[in-house]
């Protein structure tokens, strides 16, 4: 008998067209920063309605030069969620400030806004929701709750390109909204990602930030009033970013099918009675997702080997699985800043249960059903 080949979670598509643009970056003579890096922030511009956007090294740089923008620092504290990757809250310690863990809604696993702000202090500076699997938040209440408390709004849309709320593409309006281009997005640099900013003066402070803080001052004279970092995106990882956007759209509705087969195969199982909690499903108001990731969540506690031995199990029957996340507030560091367990429980349930799913635009319709045999039959057999 013949295995199938290894379904991983996640496999980045890219063409021969970006293959042969990246070589001909790299034969240019000019391989950093330069005509690739601002063409491919004038068509993320585009995508955003015109908002002034710029190109970093990785989704993480975005996001600290985003605090930078806000001017958040020592003293301050930045509203986050537990269900993100360490990137969010790492970032808010990185610019002296504390991050402030709240709990997530147990159905959309994001930011519970309600939570949110019952956590405003004095001190609060910021919200920085996360948009999990691509999902937004319900962006007019994080926008109100934002303005009643004069606070900043720095969305860490890093696996949201393409995702839309009310009809509107998540990036084309709100305050500083950053995106991640790393290997697993939707859309990749490799590395990389962009920040979308308010003006013209905020988008030219984010160039100096991203590069040391150098400005020129004539031909042959620089000056730097405040130090920044070394955050710049090269032209060889623009390219890629060039050869992957004309597919977006393609890539949200591949995408979008596959979620749904993964619905309707669920619906036809018998995952409820396992105690299989499926994500929410896509709607066409409100927040719409661009499906980044299919994820359940496990009764983690009743499993015999917990998550652990349904990954292994599903990992024998050739299919990759992802852990995204733990609970951020649950890691040592976290943890000797004084975050204890109990503190955020559906951020704790979730964190021990989440599971990743195989979802990937080069997946077939029948790679779903694999998926879901395997998945459903493992829980079976260790609960
Ligand atoms: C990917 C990701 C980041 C960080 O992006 P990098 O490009 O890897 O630095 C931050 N937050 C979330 C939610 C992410 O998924």
């Known amino acids: 008998m013949s295995h199938p080949p290894f379904l991983p979670f996640t496999r980045p598509h890219v063409d021969a067209a970006t293959i042969a643009a990246v070589s001909e970056v790299l034969a240019s003579g000019w391989i950093a920063s330069g005509p690739k890096v601002a063409a491919f922030e004038s068509c993320l511009s585009d995508l955003f309605g015109g908002r002034p956007v710029r190109a970093f090294s990785s989704g993480t740089a975005t996001l600290e030069v985003a605090l930078r923008l806000a001017g958040i620092g020592p003293g301050d504290e930045v509203i986050t969620t537990s269900i993100t990757w360490a990137a969010t809250a790492n970032v808010i310690v990185a610019g002296g400030a504390r991050p402030v863990f709240v709990d997530v809604d147990p159905r959309t696993r994001n930011l519970d806004l309600a939570a949110a702000a019952a956590a405003i202090t004095p001190r609060t500076r910021a919200l920085l929701p996360v948009y999990l699997a691509g999902l937004p938040l319900d962006m007019d209440r994080l926008y109100a709750l934002a303005k009643a408390h004069g606070l900043r709004v720095i969305e860490d849309a890093a696996q949201a390109l393409d995702a839309r709320w009310n009809g509107k ?7 500083l909204v950053s995106f991640s281009f790393q290997a697993n997005k939707n859309i990749t640099c490799a590395e990389g990602g962009c920040l979308v900013v308010n003006s013209a003066a905020e988008a030219e402070h984010a160039e100096r930030l991203r590069l040391q803080g150098v400005v020129r001052t004539g031909p042959d004279g620089m000056d730097m009033v405040e130090p920044g970092g070394k955050f710049n995106l090269s032209d060889i990882n ?9 597919h977006l759209q393609a890539v949200t509705r591949r995408r979008a099918e596959l979620a749904c087969a993964y619905f309707d195969i669920a619906g036809r199982s018998d995952a409820e009675s396992l105690g299989i909690e499926l994500p929410p499903p896509s709607s066409t108001t409100g927040a719409l997702g661009n499906w980044h990731m299919f994820q359940v969540v496990l009764p983690a506690d009743r499993i015999a080997g917990g998550r ?4 292994n199990a599903m990992r024998a029957d050739g299919i990759g699985t992802g852990v995204h996340y733990p609970a951020v507030h649950r890691y040592t560091y976290y943890r000797s800043l004084g975050w204890r367990d109990g503190a955020l429980p559906h951020a704790e349930r979730i964190g021990r249960g989440i599971l990743t799913l195989p979802l990937f635009p080069a997946m077939r319709d029948g790679d779903v059903e694999r998926v879901w045999a395997s998945l459903t039959a493992a829980c079976k057999g260790l609960l």
């Not at 593409?169 to 305050?175: L, M, N």
């Not at 652990?308 to 990954?311: D, E, F, G, H, S």
């Open 238 to 246: 623009a390219a890629i970013g060039l050869g992957q956007l004309p």
């Open 169 to 175: 593409r998540i990036g084309s309006f709100g305050d």
């Open 308 to 311: 652990a031995a349904v990954m």
